[in-house]
Each structure stands twice: as C-alpha cells, then as structure tokens.
C-alpha cells in the first residue's frame, strides 16, 4: 500500500452530504482551508428529504445559497389534515418577521447540487472518491487517512477535523464518543415518488396528512408535478429491507386515505425507500481538534422533517465559531458552546418527535383522541400561529448557552438572551430597512436603540480581535436605550441597557481576544 504525505490543512471535513458541504461554505466565507472528503464517486442522486423550513432558509441566506433554494424549491403555505377519512382543517406554515415567510419543498439531490455550486465558488471542489480510513488525534490537530478505489493512502494534516460522514462516523469513533441511544422497535417508513389517481387535486403549496388506524401518510408536492409519499407504519418484519414495491405503496395510501383503490404512478426515475430508525446522540460533540455534525452527532425518525434541518443549523452554528477560534479572534472556550447549544436543540427534538401524535402511527384509542381534539387545535387563530412557529424552527433557543448573557427588563419587547433576533421594520443609519438587511453572518453587530452617538461604543469594541460593526437602529419592537450583542448566526449573545459598558466590557473580555495595545 502506497502512502503520501500532504501538507496542513485548517479543516477537513469528512461526509459531503448537506451538512458537511454547508459547513465547508461557511468555512470558505471566513477564509479558513477547508477541504470537504467523500467515500462516494460523486454527488447524491436520491431524492430523500424533502422540506427545508424557515429557520434553516435563514442559515443558508447567510451562506450565500437561498436563492438557489428558492429557485428549485416549491413555497409551501399549509398542511391539509384528513383524519379517518375526512378533512378536519388546515395548518397555516406562513410566519412574520423573516424574508422566508414560507418553507420550500426541495429533494435532497437538488439540495446537495445547490451547496456543491456554492462551494465551488470558495474553492476546490468536493474530493471524491476519498475514504477516511483513520483519523490520529493531537493536542494541536488531527491526522487523516484517506484511501481511493486502487488503494492508494493519503495522509492529510490538519488543525480540525469534522465527522459529518453519518451513524457510522470514524471521526465519532476516534474521539472515544459513544452513540447513546436505542434502535426504535416497530417503526417503519416506506417512500415514493409518484403521481397518485386520487380524488385529492394537486397544489404545489399545499402538504397533506392523512392519520388513520395504524398508519400515517404525508404527501408533500416536490417540483415536476409529483408528490412525496411518506407512510409512517408499524414493522411486523424487521427483516425485510427491500425497498417497498408500488402495490405496496398503493395499499397503504388507500389505507391512510380511505380511499379504495388509489393508484400510483412512479416517477422516472423511480425511487422508493424503506427505512427504520434508531434514536442515539453522541456522548460528546467535540474533543480537542475534532468534532461531530449532523447524523455522526445526532440521529432520530425522520418524524416533522427535522434531521436535515437540525443539521444544517448545526453547521450555520460551528462554522462561525469554528473561524473565530481558527483565526485567533476567540477563545478557544467558544467551540465548547456549539456541543452544548447543539446537544441542547437535538434533546428538544427528540424529545418533541418521541410525543407527535400527529406523524406516529396511531392505535384507535389515540386517533379517536385525534378526531375529537385537532379540529379545534386547528380552528384556534392562536394555536394555528404557535402550530407555525414550531413548524419554523424560529422558536429554537440558547437562552441556557454560557454564550447568551443579560436578561430583558420587566415589560421590555423584544428578544432574550439566545433567542433569534426577528427581522423587524427599523430605521437605521441609511434609512427604512428590514433588521437581518444590516446583519451579516460575517460579523457580530452591536445594536442600539434610541439617540446619542457611537463613537464611544466604537473604540470600546475596537480593542478587541472580533470582527464587529455598531448599529443605531430605530425600531417598535425594541423600547428606546436598548443593547443587543447579535452573534453572526443572529441570536442574542448580550442584552443589557445602551449606556450599560461595564457589561459589554465583561461579555467582551469573555468571549473575544483583546488586540495588543501598542
């Protein structure tokens, strides 16, 4: 076996599935050399996920990408609930204050071909055809092994590696980190793509759900005129693992639907899938130069569509943090927050998917409970808007983060420490604009509200490494002489009150590098 030397990279990032390329664009957009490696010949070519919601929209705008998503995708406006056989009302998905009101349906093939475009222009592309083999952890760094097709080995030097390469993850395994969980027993999903002769006429922004005794169906349009078709049921053969046959399909859709004799017509090219599942995370996210994102830290049933999601707000999370401490402008403390801000959002996921009763096959006494109770949940003006906001994702938190500081007065508006900073109407230093229009991923953005001047403010957070801009901005959703810390991925790292320096100072000397005086 042949065995080459290369020199030092910053980051490589093991898996070129969605996660890993968006955590190498957003390594790339802060100057940092990350190569992206892969086992595969080349790009995915599967379908599977299907929904990107509004928060993870957010993300990938700071990465440059959104508009490739919104081109490709389908605007999704609200869910269609049919239980027993019978409609009993509509989801609304729309929320305020974001540029992405709506999510999108998208496959995961155009997803991956969207990211790859995008690394391209930051650099090389994915290297494909690149096992890692071995992964030799330092103090200092990490050696990688990677191995093409005809055997030959390459060794690649780096200062960070990242597992993104899924369950099985070698770079899991070489921290040490275990995979704490349990397979879920008596689950299975069965997919297709086809266009279905059914009474229930096609609308490319409407996603249905079907719940019936014993099985749930989710049928969400993807771009060409077809539908998803996701049945959560029961797995009396735990065994079998051939893809699921259109009969197959057809018999369950009647089943969810009650509807009798729905027919499916595959897509060219055809796909189906038949999966099972296991609920684990890992013991730890990080361990010196190495760290986990995606299904090689977190792995759940694909139930509310959140798996791809959560990992791309895990990648939007580590790539700036992972910059910040990679060019010397943070404490290496920083990278601590992205595994228990990251483990915090994956528990309230599963914990979340563990109790959907409404995507978890039903036993009758549950979808007797259904039929009674979601009619009204659905009716309700104030439960469709919350139903909204857990569907967006913008209700995801780090107020509990070391990284989120201060508190909100007793009767102020706005957001708390950690919480997503909404993309209000304000008036700035250049006029009306929209909030996340002054934001940039690339930087943090001290926010101000009220009168008086900056300058003051300026030469404070100039003695630090932290790329940082001050804004004075007028807003009603913030009360005069307001603070805000806004971290690049736009939550709340500080909120205290505008002439409030001692705690800014504190938040400051804890989290970014003092410049030497000269």
Same mark, same amino acid.
């Given at each position: 076996?042949?065995?080459?030397?290369?020199?030092?990279?910053?980051?490589?990032?093991?898996?070129?599935?969605?996660?890993?390329?968006?955590?190498?664009?957003?390594?790339?957009?802060?100057?940092?050399?990350?190569?992206?490696?892969?086992?595969?010949?080349?790009?995915?070519?599967?379908?599977?996920?299907?929904?990107?919601?509004?928060?993870?929209?957010?993300?990938?705008?700071?990465?440059?990408?959104?508009?490739?998503?919104? !081109?490709?995708?389908?605007?999704?406006?609200?869910?269609?609930?049919?239980?027993?056989?019978?409609?009993?009302?509509?989801?609304?998905?729309?929320?305020?204050?974001?540029?992405?009101?709506?999510?999108?349906?998208?496959?995961?093939?155009? #997803?991956?071909?969207? $990211?790859?475009?995008? /690394?391209?222009?930051?650099?090389?592309?994915?290297?494909?055809?690149?096992?890692?083999?071995?992964? =030799?952890?330092?103090?200092?760094?990490?050696?990688?092994?990677?191995?093409?097709?005809?055997?030959?080995?390459?060794?690649?030097?780096?200062?960070?590696?990242?597992?993104?390469?899924?369950?099985?993850?070698?770079?899991?395994?070489?921290?040490?980190?275990?995979?704490?969980?349990? =397979?879920? +027993?008596?689950?299975?999903?069965?997919? #297709?793509?086809?266009?279905?002769?059914?009474?229930?006429?096609?609308?490319?922004?409407?996603?249905?759900?079907?719940?019936?005794?014993?099985?749930?169906?989710?049928?969400?349009?993807?771009?060409?005129?077809?539908?998803?078709?996701?049945?959560?049921?029961?797995? %009396?053969?735990?065994?079998?693992?051939?893809?699921?046959?259109?009969?197959?399909?057809?018999? @369950?859709?009647?089943?969810?639907?009650?509807?009798?004799?729905?027919?499916?017509?595959?897509?060219?090219?055809?796909?189906?899938?038949?999966?099972?599942?296991?609920?684990? #995370?890992?013991?730890?996210?990080?361990?010196?130069?190495?760290?986990?994102?995606?299904?090689?830290?977190?792995?759940?049933?694909?139930?509310?569509? =959140?798996?791809?999601? +959560?990992?791309?707000?895990?990648?939007?999370? @580590?790539?700036?943090?992972?910059?910040?401490?990679?060019?010397?402008?943070? %404490?290496?403390?920083? /990278?601590?927050?992205?595994?228990?801000?990251?483990?915090?959002?994956?528990?309230?996921?599963?914990?979340?998917?563990?109790?959907?009763?409404?995507?978890?096959?039903?036993?009758?006494?549950? @979808?007797?409970?259904?039929?009674? $109770?979601?009619?009204?949940?659905?009716?309700?003006?104030?439960?469709?808007?919350?139903?909204?906001?857990?569907?967006?994702?913008?209700?995801?938190?780090?107020?509990?983060?070391?990284?989120?500081?201060?508190?909100?007065?007793?009767?102020?508006?706005?957001?708390?420490?950690?919480?997503?900073?909404?993309?209000?109407?304000?008036?700035?230093? +250049?006029? %009306?604009?929209?909030?996340?229009?002054?934001?940039?991923?690339? =930087?943090?953005? $001290?926010?101000?509200?009220?009168?008086?001047?900056?300058?003051?403010?300026?030469?404070?957070?100039?003695?630090?490494?932290? %790329?940082?801009?001050?804004? !004075?901005? !007028?807003?009603?959703? /913030?009360?005069?002489?307001?603070? @805000?810390?806004?971290?690049?991925?736009?939550?709340?790292?500080?909120?205290?009150?505008?002439?409030?320096?001692?705690?800014?100072?504190?938040?400051?000397?804890?989290?970014?590098?003092?410049?030497?005086?000269?």
């Amino acid at each position: 076996m042949q065995r080459a030397i290369r020199g030092v990279r910053d980051v490589v990032v093991v898996g070129a599935g969605p996660t890993g390329m968006a955590l190498g664009v957003g390594l790339r957009r802060y100057g940092v050399d990350a190569v992206v490696v892969d086992r595969r010949a080349g790009g995915g070519q599967e379908p599977r996920a299907s929904v990107v919601w509004q928060r993870a929209l957010e993300a990938l705008r700071d990465l440059g990408c959104a508009d490739g998503f919104v !081109r490709e995708g389908l605007a999704l406006s609200r869910g269609e609930f049919h239980v027993a056989g019978t409609r009993v009302g509509t989801q609304e998905m729309h929320v305020a204050d974001t540029a992405f009101p709506g999510p999108l349906g998208i496959e995961q093939d155009a #997803i991956e071909a969207i $990211l790859r475009e995008r /690394l391209r222009l930051w650099g090389p592309d994915v290297l494909w055809g690149r096992e890692a083999v071995a992964v =030799r952890l330092g103090e200092e760094g990490a050696e990688v092994d990677l191995r093409t097709a005809d055997g030959r080995t390459t060794t690649v030097a780096c200062r960070w590696v990242v597992g993104a390469e899924g369950s099985h993850s070698l770079v899991r395994k070489s921290m040490g980190a275990e995979f704490r969980g349990e =397979r879920r +027993t008596n689950l299975q999903s069965l997919q #297709i793509n086809a266009v279905p002769e059914w009474k229930h006429p096609y609308r490319a922004d409407v996603a249905r759900i079907f719940i019936n005794h014993g099985v749930t169906l989710i049928a969400d349009p993807v771009p060409g005129g077809a539908l998803r078709l996701f049945a959560f049921c029961p797995d %009396p053969d735990p065994e079998r693992q051939e893809p699921p046959t259109t009969e197959e399909m057809e018999e @369950l859709v009647s089943r969810a639907t009650g509807e009798e004799g729905v027919r499916l017509r595959p897509t060219e090219p055809h796909w189906a899938n038949r999966a099972r599942f296991h609920d684990r #995370i890992a013991g730890r996210f990080r361990s010196g130069p190495a760290l986990l994102l995606g299904d090689s830290a977190h792995l759940w049933a694909p139930i509310g569509g =959140r798996g791809l999601n +959560t990992g791309l707000l895990g990648a939007h999370n @580590l790539a700036w943090k992972l910059a910040a401490v990679h060019h010397g402008w943070c %404490p290496d403390a920083l /990278l601590d927050t992205y595994d228990a801000e990251q483990r915090h959002t994956a528990q309230c996921v599963m914990r979340h998917m563990r109790r959907n009763v409404l995507e978890l096959p039903p036993d009758r006494r549950t @979808l007797a409970a259904i039929r009674v $109770l979601l009619p009204h949940v659905l009716r309700s003006r104030r439960l469709n808007r919350r139903g909204a906001e857990l569907l967006s994702d913008f209700g995801k938190h780090h107020r509990d983060s070391e990284l989120s500081a201060g508190r909100r007065p007793k009767g102020g508006g706005g957001p708390r420490p950690g919480d997503r900073v909404p993309d209000w109407a304000v008036v700035g230093g +250049t006029g %009306p604009a929209r909030l996340h229009e002054l934001l940039s991923y690339q =930087r943090w953005s $001290l926010l101000v509200t009220g009168d008086g001047g900056t300058e003051d403010l300026r030469r404070l957070t100039a003695r630090y490494a932290l %790329p940082l801009a001050v804004l !004075r901005i !007028r807003t009603d959703a /913030l009360p005069d002489g307001t603070l @805000l810390l806004v971290r690049p991925d736009g939550h709340v790292g500080l909120r205290a009150g505008a002439k409030d320096r001692r705690a800014l100072t504190a938040y400051l000397d804890r989290w970014a590098v003092r410049l030497v005086e000269q």
